[in-house]
């Protein structure tokens, strides 16, 4: 569903405007491979804090909490 939405926005930008949707189309790669260091980073800092969280909550599971 989301495939045929973004490809209806497209189809609308390139009858609105076809210089913006072609460069669009070109540039959607370059941004997609800029954008791979950043999730990385954000997959590194999301299992640090959940590490960080354990951590933290270590002695509450072994006393018996939650």
Known sequence: MRLLLTFLLWTLLLVLCWPLALAVLILWPFLYLLSIPFR???VVVEAMLALV???LLLPARLLGGR
């Open 40 to 42: 990385i980073v954000g």
């Open 53 to 55: 969280r354990s951590l």
